[in-house]
């Protein structure tokens, strides 16, 4: 399925914002795109499995939390930083 | 613990020197040539990274570390087998266990300090973390794992307090001090905590803050609870440690087993409160702090906007104030606990890095000031080292 990478993240992906990941849960997807993309997972997500506090998921424009979250094939994963600070 | 309290003198250092420095937006090399008078910077490194060490492994003189995260990325070690020219990303950073199901977990915030292992343990390197963690590498900082001994140590949490028991950015674990003569004899300062001492290569640890104040809490000598701001044990002699702590400048004859204030021979209008304490490389007598204001409400500037270094040159019996060079007045700096150094030349040079983004060095021990780099970012560590041809 496509999944959108926001720009902090994409000197793991060779700079492309859209790429392609497997899995039947968020989780699993996101297992997908460390496989593909080592390293990018610990920067969202962190050792106790909940998404790090300015990573926000959306799937099919709506926020997803949980990575037992179920996907289907055509499912689009939006993956967005919030920014804040200075 | 070995007994021996001394080994040979090193020569002096004759080559170029490199400054390391890490900073709230990305990390900078300082190049100066041989005599020390004329430096280059390269950078930014990781460039919008928080990076709160670079480190280079004075084992082979090429390999770097440097702790890493962004303001809203998850934290990752980033390593360099060449001397900085390329990097890779550490396939699995220091991070804790995952909790059982239904049980609060702890979340690496940030790596805070990297050691690099005893001399006989090639490739290996220690990391210290917020919220306190100890983590080891064997592999050069590839992969991370806990050290559980410290981490699950039974008294854990009573050691380290909650998150309000820490610094305003988080509770570190820092400077990790590893016996020359023993790889598996390790100190560790906690901010909060204490300094603790395993002889065990980590497996147990025992807190040694006997003789240290905590006056910020309910019994100012207890056991455990302090707040050491930055420890240094001499390679040449490693049963002295010295301490800059939130309560003043300390020392310990490790056989004596507690520690000794040697700041209250400091000015009275200075104080003995900093954060950074640096080490003569070849006199473990000889040693230099950078004080702070810790008055009411802790402002961690220069005491009356006029910055300088303070030397002994007894072990603390007599300080003398170094400020030649730096500004007379109204200078506000503040010099975090990783931000000063030492070389190994001889006379030996001295920088430091403040949070305006200033670095300062003197290459005659403190005689003499200059500021060598201005305009950087916040300055959070500053290494001296020498690489490698």
């Known amino acids: 399925m496509n ?53 926000r998921i959306f799937v099919n424009g709506a926020e997803v939390r949980a990575l037992d979250f179920a996907l289907g094939a055509s499912d689009e994963v939006f993956i967005i930083q919030a920014l804040s600070g200075g | 613990m070995k007994n021996s309290s001394s080994t040979s003198i090193p020569p002096a250092a004759t080559g170029a020197v490199a400054l390391l420095v890490a900073t709230r937006k990305g990390a900078f090399i300082l190049k100066g040539d041989k005599s020390r008078r004329t430096w280059n910077i390269a950078g930014p490194l990781f460039f919008g990274h928080t990076v709160h060490h670079l480190v280079l492994d004075p084992r082979d003189r090429r ?66 973390t917020s919220p306190q963690g100890l983590f080891r590498s064997e592999d050069g900082g590839a992969t991370w794992a806990p050290v559980s001994g410290f981490n699950d140590h039974a008294q854990y949490s009573q050691w380290t ?64 609870g302090h707040d050491p701001h930055c420890v240094r044990l001499h390679p040449l002699a490693p049963d002295i440690l010295y301490q800059q702590n939130h309560c003043g400048i300390y020392r310990m004859e490790r056989a004596a087993g507690s520690w000794v204030r040697i700041g209250e021979s400091m000015p009275k209008r200075i104080g003995d409160i900093g954060f950074p304490i640096v080490l003569h490389p070849r006199d473990p007598a000889v040693l230099w702090v950078f004080p702070m204001d810790g008055t009411s409400v802790w402002p961690r500037t220069s005491p009356g906007g006029k910055p300088a270094a303070y030397v002994t040159r007894n072990a603390g019996k007599t300080w003398q104030r170094q400020d030649a060079g730096m500004p ?29 983004g200033e670095v300062w060095a003197s290459k005659n021990e403190g005689g003499k000031w200059v500021s060598i780099a201005r305009y950087l970012p916040e300055i959070y560590a500053v290494e001296a080292v020498e690489f490698g041809r």
């Open chain 2, 161 to 224: 307090g909650g998150e309000q028991d820490g610094t305003p950015d988080g509770p570190k674990l820092h400077s990790v001090l590893i016996d020359p003569r023993d790889a598996r004899h390790l100190y560790i300062g906690m901010s909060s905590g204490g300094v603790f001492e395993s002889v065990d290569g980590g497996a147990d640890w025992k807190p040694l803050n006997a003789g240290c104040r905590a006056d910020f809490r309910p019994d100012p000598y207890p056991e455990y």
């Open chain 2, 328 to 356: 007379p007045s109204q200078g506000w700096f503040t010099v975090k606990r990783q931000a000063m150094s030492a070389d190994a030349h001889e006379p030996v040079g001295l920088y430091f890095g403040t949070t305006g």
């Open chain 2, 63 to 128: 390999t770097l570390l440097a702790a890493a995260r962004t303001g809203h990325l998850g934290p990752t070690i980033f390593r360099s087998s060449d001397g900085g020219k390329n990097w890779q990303e550490a396939a699995t950073p220091p991070a804790f266990p995952k909790a059982p199901e239904g049980q609060k977990g702890r979340v690496v915030d940030h790596t805070f300090w990297l050691t690099p292992g005893h001399a006989s343990e090639a490739n290996v390197w220690y990391a210290g």
């Open chain 1, 3 to 55: 999944v959108l990478i926001p720009e902090p993240l994409r000197s793991y992906t060779e700079g492309q914002r859209q790429t392609e990941a497997d899995g039947v849960t968020l989780g699993e997807v996101l297992q997908d795109l460390d496989r593909r993309y080592p390293g990018i997972r610990f920067r969202m997500i962190d050792e106790q499995d909940a998404i790090r506090r300015h990573i």
